[in-house]
């Protein structure tokens, strides 16, 4: 599906902290309000036994749930309620709440909770982090108005941690049971998809070192591989600067990299029969775009003929091989790579960056073929390569953008991976060394 599609995805979003918890909390109600099943299960795991067979096992025609967002404690009618449950859900599972009511008093400031629950006459608010922040002085400020003045026999205030770990089970088997009885939650499996991307740590995944390479099939074990990745790539940006930030796409695993001639590295893993190694191989793709050719093709391209990268004082294979990407309306149709040995002259050449890269109307793309003709060798069949028929002179396409870039990869073994990363605390190792491969590929073209 296309990422675009995720309800809780918003366009020109903000990475202001207040911005993503805001929304955060907006997503996670949303989930709660539409999914009773989720939410039975949620509240089940907040109260305690007595207070949930009070709650749900039985009700009159004008019970009622209430769930709501940003809301202003001192504003609840606190005669309405016998029992508030004060819940941080943060990323910290050992968040420690027996301290909770010595918390700093704040004055002059309002107190918004993030999410709001009433049934009957119990109440449960959430402040929301998606870090391991301890914001217990936040939510004991926010259920002052519920102790200021008021009897401790008349209302009750039981502090609770749930962590976003314990969530993202409880989604995965709601989502699991649904699928059974195919009543598929697209507000769920989007919560999921988006967190997945964005906070990988909360889906604990484990260290390399753990982790078979090749699963059952004798293909890599994606699913687990690529769920510790994503966490070592997420600690990227911590090490190297904001704008090495996750890519928020489910098709491809990698971060942004801010190189003005390339703008994503990427991840895959790689099983090599002939060697009997596992690999893990990181691209980038420099030149993708006309925009990012201008930085490469005004300088020599000796950096071509590079065969090894060294990376924290070891060499590693490198791999690079031309590609010709064509595009339209902006979106990857196809492409053509290849290596010298498939060409009768040199088609990346800064002439024909120039003159022949960008935008080619179909009136012209006779021409185009011409042009590639004659720099690929006839058995090379770059037309083949492309799928060039079924992708443009057979649709009613009307342009193609064409660049002339890169594809260069880095090959590292896995058992490099595996010897740093032997406990949970070795992410921070996985994530220096990535920083370092990043900063080999940066330095490529020095």
Known sequence: MDHHLNVFRFFNESTEKEFIENNLSRAFALCLTTNAFFLNEYVKGIVSDHDYHYLFGSISSDTRCTID????????????????????MTSDRALDMRDFFSQPK???KKNITDIFIAVKDIAIIIEVKRSGEDCKAQLYNQILPFIKGTPKDKIEVRPKRCSWQEVVVLLEKVKNVQHLVSQNSKIVADFLELSEVSYPEWFEP???NTIPFLAEGKTPNHARLEKRMRQGLAGVSRIAGDDYQLLPYSDR??????FGWASEFVTYFVHCEEEITDYLEFNIWPANTKQQGWSVFDKPLDWTKK??????????????EYEVKLCHYNRYVTGIEYSESDILKPLHTYENFINESGKWTSDKWNDLERLL???FKPEFEWRKQC????????????????SLGFRVRASIPYSKFQSLDKKDADITKVSNLIS????AFKGLMN
């Open 69 to 88: 967002i940003q809301v202003d404690t001192a504003t609840i009618e606190k005669e309405n309620y016998k029992t508030v449950y004060a819940v941080a």
């Open 106 to 108: 704040f004055s002059g």
């Open 206 to 208: 484990k260290p390399f």
């Open 253 to 258: 695993l990698g971060i942004s990299v801010p």
């Open 307 to 320: 065969q090894v990268l060294a990376v924290g004082g070891k060499e590693y294979k490198l791999s690079i």
């Open 373 to 375: 003709d004659e720099h």
């Open 387 to 402: 799928d060039w028929s079924e992708n443009f002179t057979n649709t009613d396409r009307s342009y193609l953008t064409m």
């Open 436 to 439: 370092k491969i990043v900063s």
